[in-house]
């Protein structure tokens, strides 16, 4: 090869040498921006809208009036559950909307069958004093789970300071909120807003993105949304958007984990780890492979916990040797974990930043009560 050819090939050696690294820099940098908004259409309010274009939570025309009073519009309506998720204190006011003659499928051992365009609307808030109702409350977050072609897709709002708006968010936050509490207490928390990958996470049974608390047991309650007393289930029967129900006092009611009147403290911890738990593991959930199942309606003691190793705690086992050890929470890896703000040890390990004290209190009465079957 000539002196020249060699300089020539050289010279382009390294010009593919530096296109392919700056490519490669261009391909990690991709990967640092935010997702594009999915494209999705659906009807609200007789309109078309293209969900590219809703970067607002007003844009879809869930409420009335004043955004930050939570008035449903047409075709949304609140419901209720009778044990919830543990978000740092938070409070939730909860919505379904549903295009118009589309209706709910019920399911007496599940989360309820949504036709297509059905939208969940939750919305995290803490009043500004417990004892006051009047003294009003800030709106942290509106988590939206949007049935498309047949899936189900997360997307998550942020809300301003002013409380007039909810901008579209994908990477989460953490907040400092306060509030009053009703013994009187100032409290303050760093509300912790999940990211995108987070809800996935939370949301995922057989890697299908599913929604996790509209459960026939958990809805079966009085409709709160109403002066009369009429059955959660049975009023939106009576409504005509929901099918295949008889009606509700033929199926199982979720008991409330902080009332001693609807269950024992095995029945309403059982309810509290199918709330904060179960959507991970469980048969189907992210954490299936850890083998402890915490449905409610889980019979195998094993399964459960009680005298069952971890597979792979690591160092959220802090040394103890079984999930729970009847009798003895203090030597039970359930109530370590649960008492630890450490993110590598707590749980869940998502969706909190703070102990829930009277949760922990429960299930360490549990286990104290637990008689193993």
């Known amino acids: 090869m000539s002196k020249k050819k060699i300089v020539a090939f050289g010279r382009f050696t390294l010009l593919a040498i530096f296109v392919l690294v700056m490519s490669g820099c261009a391909k990690k940098e991709d ?3 935010a997702p594009v908004a999915r494209k999705a259409t659906f009807t609200l309010k007789n309109k078309t809208v293209d969900s590219n274009a809703l970067k607002k939570l007003s844009d879809y025309g869930f409420f009335e009036g004043a955004l930050a009073q939570l008035q449903p519009s047409d075709l ?7 044990t919830p998720l543990f978000s740092n204190y938070a409070q939730k006011a909860r919505f379904i909307y549903l295009p118009s003659g589309k209706k709910m499928d019920f399911n007496p051992s599940g989360p309820l069958d949504f036709e297509e365009g059905a939208i969940l609307i939750k919305n995290f808030y803490y009043p500004k004093d417990e004892r006051n109702p009047n003294a009003g409350r800030r709106i942290i977050e509106t988590r939206l789970l949007l049935k498309e072609k047949g899936e189900w897709n997360p997307l998550n709002y942020l809300w301003n300071e002013a409380q007039t708006e909810a901008n579209l968010d994908y990477v989460g936050k953490s907040i400092a909120v306060n509030w009053i509490t009703e013994a009187g207490k100032s409290k303050v928390v760093d509300y912790v807003v999940p990211n995108l990958n987070q809800c996935k996470n939370c949301h995922n049974a057989d890697n299908k993105i599913v929604p996790i608390g ?3 047991a958990q809805l079966n309650q009085r409709y709160s949304a109403l002066q009369e007393e009429i059955n959660q289930l049975d009023y939106f029967k009576q409504q005509g958007i929901l099918k295949g129900l008889t009606t509700a006092t033929e199926h199982d009611k979720m008991p409330i984990w902080n009332d001693v009147l609807t269950g024992s403290v095995e029945e309403r911890s059982k309810a509290y780890l199918d709330a904060n738990c179960a959507h991970c593991h469980s048969a189907k959930g992210s ?3 850890s083998g402890l199942y915490l ?3 889980e019979t195998d003691q094993r399964k459960r916990g009680v005298y069952k190793p971890p597979i792979a705690a690591g160092k959220g086992s802090g040394d103890h040797q079984y999930d729970i050890v009847p009798g003895a ?3 039970s890896i359930f109530m370590y974990r649960m008492k630890s703000n450490d993110p590598a040890i707590r749980m869940p390990e998502i ?15 549990y286990i104290k009560e637990l008689v193993q079957k």
């Open 31 to 33: 990967k640092r921006k």
């Open 76 to 82: 949304v309506y609140p419901y209720a559950i009778n």
């Open 214 to 216: 509209l459960t026939a």
């Open 287 to 289: 954490a299936k492979n």
């Open 295 to 297: 449905n409610y309606h």
């Open 329 to 331: 929470p203090e030597a």
């Open 351 to 365: 969706g909190r930043s703070v102990v829930h004290e009277e949760g922990v209190e429960l299930l360490q009465q």
